[in-house]
């Protein structure tokens, strides 16, 4: 069964830290690993779209890898900022068309 | 932020009645989607339309259905909600397919059905 695992599952940290999520997963065959962040009560945000022929990508302060062979991706975050506090979501894409699974998240809280 | 508006952003119904959550969207994208949003799950998908008239059932969508008369406006119906139909939906769009188009979603609809 096609699933996506994510870890923590909260997770909370000092501002100014730099935090790492974890996502593994074993969905296949695989087209692509997103990474969203949705602020509470809010829609979630793409942060990042990586294909498999890709092992890394930024957004800012944001820095997501992927190892294909693994199935396994990591969202990095630099010098958090009180603003980073979200649930942060990784999502696979089948390749067969409309299917994308996602995970359960990661709750991010920042503390100052 | 791409156009999308979502209403009601929050409604209170009783169980078996008819709901109705409108998406409308400004960029002409071609596909739209409903999602759920429950505590302990992942976003799952309800329906999705590929196309004016076109829509296909995703994976929870027994006791939903849907229907898309124009480009910018897709409709989720519950035809007699139900407790367990308590969620937040989430319409999103996309100008591709699903495996590689940029998904962009709504703000949501939080229903609760008493």
């Known amino acids: 069964k096609n699933q996506v695992e994510q870890s923590p599952q909260s997770l909370i940290i000092l501002e100014g830290k730099n935090c790492t999520l974890q996502c593994n997963y074993t969905v296949s065959p695989f087209s692509n690993l997103r990474w969203y962040k949705q602020d509470t009560g809010r829609g979630p945000v793409s942060l990042t779209i990586?294909?498999?022929?890709?092992n890394t990508k930024s957004n800012g302060r944001y820095t997501a890898t992927l190892d294909a062979d693994t199935k396994q991706s990591s969202l990095h975050i630099t010098a958090s900022q009180l603003s980073d506090s979200a649930s942060y979501i990784c999502v696979v894409s089948e390749h067969t068309g409309t299917a994308l699974i996602f995970g359960k998240g990661t709750t991010l809280s920042v503390s100052s | 932020d791409a156009g999308i508006t979502q209403s009601p952003r929050h409604k209170v119904t009783e169980t078996g009645t008819p709901v109705t959550l409108r998406c409308h969207q400004t960029?002409?994208?071609?596909?739209m989607y409903w999602y759920r949003q429950d505590p302990g799950h992942g976003l799952r998908l309800i329906h999705y339309s590929y196309g004016v008239k076109d829509t296909d059932k995703g994976e929870v969508s027994d006791g939903y259905s849907v229907s898309r008369s124009k480009t910018e406006d897709f409709l989720l119906t519950l035809e007699s909600a139900t407790s367990s139909q308590t969620s937040v939906y989430f319409c999103?769009?996309?100008?591709?397919?699903?495996?590689?188009?940029?998904?962009?979603f709504g703000e949501g609809s939080r229903l609760t059905v008493l």
């Open positions: 999103a769009i996309s100008d591709k397919t699903g495996d590689t188009g940029e998904l962009f």
């Open positions: 990586m294909t498999f022929s890709e």
């Open positions: 960029e002409n994208h071609r596909y």
